[in-house]
């Protein structure tokens, strides 16, 4: 079957501009991750759904960033105001349930902030 | 402060011999570690895990040993192939949180 599938896989944008990052889970998967990973260094969480609701929203960096899985399936993350060091991968990542502690992972989408 | 803590950040062995990768962690509390496999532009894939119950996990080529006393795991391959060269990362689950640790970038040589 498909697995995570993320959109774009690339987005440049300017510095102060608004960004959506979209992300497609295996389907059936109730649990989804964001994390986001700099260069050189290992994936760092941002939010974590279960459903439709965000369990746990303490990774985000600031309130620029922000979340959404309205139908419990698709998960959009939103970047206000991006800034040159929100560049970076951003992955997604969902697992059957949140009590399943293997994730499958997307490819990412390379953000760069110029 | 670093909760996983991957030291070597590249690591090359000959095709066939053995590859051991290390980790060391700081938090007693996790209660899973998992060893997860990435290519260049390709998401990370899971590879084997371990419960902190347990000292050892098999799977074909790879095995995973704990030493909680120690704070430390590691990651044999053997025998090493042209195909392992990748990044390895080694995380640690805190609930539903997977801490990660920086990576270790594995080269096998023909």
């Known amino acids: 079957g498909a697995g995570v599938s993320q959109t774009p896989s690339n987005k440049v944008t300017e510095k102060g501009k608004y960004v959506e990052l979209r992300c497609d889970p295996i389907?059936?998967?109730?649990?989804l991750y964001w994390y986001r990973q700099s260069l050189g260094q290992g994936p760092e969480f941002l939010i974590y759904?279960?459903?439709?609701?965000?369990?746990?929203d303490s990774g985000l960096p600031n309130d620029r960033f922000f979340a959404v899985r309205p139908e419990g399936s698709v998960s959009t993350l939103k970047i206000q105001r991006t800034e040159r060091g929100d560049s970076a991968v951003y992955l997604c990542?969902?697992?059957?349930?949140?009590?399943?502690?293997?994730?499958?992972f997307g490819p990412g989408t390379r953000l760069t902030v110029t | 402060d670093q909760q996983v803590k991957q030291n070597s950040p590249s690591l090359s062995v000959q095709e066939g011999r053995i590859s051991i990768l290390n980790c060391d962690y700081t938090?007693?509390?996790?209660?899973?570690f998992l060893w997860y496999k990435k290519y260049p532009a390709e998401g990370p894939t899971f590879l084997i895990s371990?419960?902190?119950i347990k000292d050892k996990n098999e799977d074909g080529r790879f095995t995973v040993f704990l030493n909680k006393s120690a704070k430390h795991l590691s990651l044999h391959i053997v025998p090493s192939q042209p195909g392992d060269s990748a990044v390895y990362f080694c995380?640690?689950?805190?609930?539903?949180?997977?801490?990660w640790g920086a990576g270790t970038k594995l080269i096998i040589k023909p």
């Open positions: 995380a640690a689950s805190a609930n539903y949180q997977l801490i």
């Open positions: 938090n007693s509390m996790f209660d899973y």
């Open positions: 371990i419960s902190s």
């Open positions: 389907s059936g998967h109730t649990a």
């Open positions: 759904f279960q459903g439709t609701g965000a369990a746990d």
């Open positions: 990542a969902s697992s059957p349930s949140s009590n399943t502690y293997e994730q499958y």
